[in-house]
């Protein structure tokens, strides 16, 4: 027992590493990519090619003035964005980052909590992220950032229906909420956007809605609301805003990649490699790699296409999608009684 929490500690610790790592990075990898499809050079002053951008950057909020307005509610204005870093960071909990390694003679999963509602607790803690960019907009005591919660939280809440909605016809073929075992019954190429292709497609669109991506980053219209709602933000509480932003992005293809594409399972790859470690190993940089191809298709979608007025976007989740992931429902309903599945 006193193995298995150390051993979950370092686990922990080591995904909240990996989180940061890839989110700070990631701010590296959009700059560089936009440069490339506008025809730009990108970051190319701190360290080679310009890698050590992200650590200048966090210098850089790290040094900033902090500035808190005296109009504010400074308790809520602090509570706001520690919030929103806060949930983001949890959802990487139940995701499995691999299967199984052997240390020891002792076998240890390569998750940090399998339990068996992970789906419920992925969309209950990603509804409390509403809360941090609400509280802040709100704190902040400028009309601008309020209208940009509202905004925001009105659109995270009309597309996280469609995102639960398009969930639950993957959890009709699957018969289980845990994310661990999802994941395992894709095993041999078995992957559910296969049998679930319409819902991936709500889904996908739903993550971009619920991180404020472009197409869908209206709570932030600069033309509009100066900088949304966390216009009067500075120093790291700005950062947290920010960086949130790209932790979600990196949980969402982690989502993706494991609830459609398989996660860390490769097809044909057992033929080849006997070893349980070196599987599990190679699994989890398989699955990195499914994670970093969804996090450029974020990046390229921001950089290609134009955003979405107001009503568009809010017609878009709530005639367009929401109908598609309840006819969905109905759909995967209708082969799974034909098939036999059901009675």
Not at 198 to 213: D, H, K, Q, Y
Not at 326 to 331: F, T, V
Request: aromatic share 14%.
């Amino acid at each position: 027992m006193q193995t298995e929490i150390i051993y979950k500690s370092i686990l922990a610790l080591a995904v909240f590493g990996i989180t940061l790592f890839i989110a700070m990075y990631s701010t590296y990898a959009e700059r560089k990519i936009a440069a490339f499809l506008q025809d730009r050079l990108g970051p190319n002053r701190a360290g080679p090619f310009g890698i050590l951008q992200p650590l200048a950057d966090g210098v850089k909020m790290f040094m900033k003035e902090e500035m808190i307005p005296e109009v504010s509610n400074k308790f809520l204005f602090i509570l706001g964005p520690s919030i929103a870093m806060l949930t983001c960071l949890m959802t990487g909990a139940v995701i499995p980052w691999g299967s199984s390694i052997t240390i020891a003679g002792n076998e240890y999963s390569l998750q940090v909590a399998d339990i068996n509602i992970g789906i419920l607790y992925l969309l209950g803690v990603t509804s409390v992220g509403v809360y941090g960019i609400m509280i802040g907009g709100w704190a902040s005591n400028n009309k601008f950032s309020l209208l940009g919660a509202i905004r925001a939280s009105s659109q995270m809440i009309s597309y996280e229906i469609g995102m639960g909605l398009s969930i639950i016809a993957l959890i009709m073929t699957t018969g289980t909420l845990s994310i661990g075992e999802i994941a395992a019954q894709q095993h041999g190429g078995h992957w559910n956007v296969f049998y679930q292709p319409l819902g991936f497609l709500i889904f996908i669109v739903c993550a971009f809605a619920e991180t404020n991506r472009a197409p869908f980053d209206l709570p932030e219209c600069e033309s509009e609301l100066v900088g949304g709602y966390h216009t009067e933000y500075s120093s790291m509480k700005l950062g947290f805003y920010l960086f949130a932003e790209y932790i979600n992005m990196f949980i969402s293809s982690a989502v993706i990649a494991t609830l459609y594409f398989g996660g860390y399972n490769m097809p044909f790859i057992g033929r080849f490699i006997q070893d349980p470690n070196a599987l599990a190993i190679i699994g989890s940089v398989f699955l990195f790699c499914k994670i970093f191809f969804f996090i450029f298709l974020f990046m390229w979608v921001r950089w290609t296409l134009p955003r979405f007025r107001y009503d568009q976007l809010m017609n878009l989740g709530w005639k367009g999608l929401l109908p598609l992931a309840i006819l969905n429902i109905a759909i995967t309903g209708i082969v799974m009684w034909f098939t036999g599945k059901i009675n």
